[in-house]
């Protein structure tokens, strides 16, 4: 699992920016922009990420902070483990199930502060300086399924 998290490292080490799109049956489908950064500690099994994005449309919410979520990536007892918190409070524990060349799949097995979602997945393929981006989830009030894709690439935002 180390040649796996630090392979992660590698590939996901750096600025992002780009768009996405979200849809879901309880919300208004909206197209985003997003600014994604993962900031691995040269010492320790740790990766800090933070992501933002942005309404992008034609309404008052044009600009507005749609999504806010920081957290971890870290090796831990020979499993790769993502930390998110979020703000609105929602908390969440991943770890990652699934490696397809550069793709990563992490599964939810947790989520507190959230009594809507019941299970959420986050999947991450990196391409030297692309970066796709997608969160798969259910909620009591809807089946599993795509709420969100993004398309990133490479950048120096501040």
Known sequence: MNE?????????VGK???E???KFPTIDDTAYTEQLEFIPDEYKDAIFFRQKTWYKNDTDKNGHTVFWDTGFIILKEDKIVLYSVQVGGRIETYEL???INSTFTFNSNSILQDPKATKS?????????????????ATH??????????DLKRSDFK
């Open 141 to 150: 009030a809807a089946d599993f399924q795509n709420h969100l894709k993004a």
């Open 16 to 18: 992002w920016a780009g």
């Open 4 to 12: 796996t998290f630090l392979k992660i490292k590698k590939l996901f």
């Open 121 to 137: 997945q986050r999947i991450f393929r990196v391409n030297a300086d692309s970066f796709h981006y997608e969160l798969n989830m």
């Open 97 to 99: 199930a699934e490696i």
């Open 20 to 22: 996405g799109f979200a």
